[in-house]
């Protein structure tokens, strides 16, 4: 099963995130994950905790019970801050899990969040090898692990980092808002991780991503197929790299610049959502709908 995240690009209201998220809804996704925090850092106002709190539940009165809510931070918050927000949202019904709540350097810090968190805690993008996790389980808190195929080391890397999780009865759903040949990697995770839990599927992303693969990811009600083609699924379009070349940005978290790589062009189309229940990827991402 996947998560849709990037479903909400552009939505600021609470209005805005629930129109959103029954477009998302309607596509068949059975979770969805955003950041509902806006620009705050390193703490929030009372204020800012309310409005945040109020696109949370939009969500949900848009979406109804059966769909889940996972609530990402970034990595943004210090301890009370994170300890604040999570009180909060054990008011929502069902939320799934509260991600990256503190920055990634500290798991004594993590330890004090996760102690008063009723709402289970989600981390490990921005965690290294299999001792940065060994030493984050021991401690107990994580109640998901989210380790990425590029910065953990790899899919060998991954199983191994997987299994010791699943040694502790600890979900593994890797983070993966990633191009198609890390997507690829981390599908293949999935085929064969006994602990193996959710997903992460980007609902839009750049225009020129079908340009650069053979990707051919097929989502049937809320459920990614996995390629039983040979590697990874794929094969790079070497005649068109050189015609999209790496450009550097100067991402800033919590001000939206990460949105714009996916900027809204269209209104979902319908059509594109099979009344089966499945469409490609490719397609919304040639009319990506948020
Ligand atoms: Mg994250």
Redesign the pocket.
């Known amino acids: 099963m996947v998560y849709a995240n990037g479903w909400f690009t552009g939505a600021k209201t609470p209005e805005d995130f629930a129109k959103k998220a029954k477009e998302a809804a309607s596509c068949g996704f059975k979770a969805l994950k955003f950041d509902p925090f806006g620009k705050s850092y390193m703490g929030i106002s009372n204020k800012e905790l309310m409005y945040s709190i109020d696109k949370v539940q939009a969500v949900r009165d848009a979406i109804g019970e059966d769909i889940e809510i996972l609530i ?4 943004r918050f210090n301890v009370p801050a994170a300890i604040k927000i999570g009180k909060e949202l054990e008011k929502i019904d069902n939320i799934k899990w509260f ?2 709540p503190l920055p990634p350097d500290n798991i004594e810090a993590l330890k004090r969040v996760k102690k008063q968190s009723r709402v289970p805690i ?1 981390v490990g ?1 921005r965690m290294y090898k299999r001792k940065a996790f060994i030493n984050l389980l021991s401690a107990n808190t994580a109640d998901i692990i ?1 380790p990425d195929v590029s910065h953990a080391e790899g899919i060998s890397e991954l199983k191994k980092i997987g299994s010791i999780a699943e040694g502790m009865y600890i979900p593994f759903s890797p ?1 993966n ?1 990633s191009g198609p040949v890390a997507c690829g990697a981390t599908l293949q995770l999935a085929a064969f991780l006994p602990n193996f839990n959710i997903f992460e599927f980007m609902a839009t992303d750049i225009s020129c991503r079908d340009k650069l693969t053979t990707e051919d990811l097929i989502l049937e009600d809320g459920y990614l197929v996995i390629p039983d083609r040979p590697g990874l699924g794929i094969e790079l379009k070497e005649e068109n790299l050189s015609k999209y070349p790496y450009e550097p940005v100067m991402l800033k978290h919590y001000k939206g610049m990460t949105l714009f790589l996916r900027e809204p062009k269209a209104p979902l189309d319908n059509n594109l959502c099979l009344s089966s229940g499945i469409y490609n990827p490719q397609d919304l991402a040639r009319n990506p709908c948020c």
């Open positions: 990402e931070a970034h990595g991600e990256e989600a993008e989210q983070h808002p």
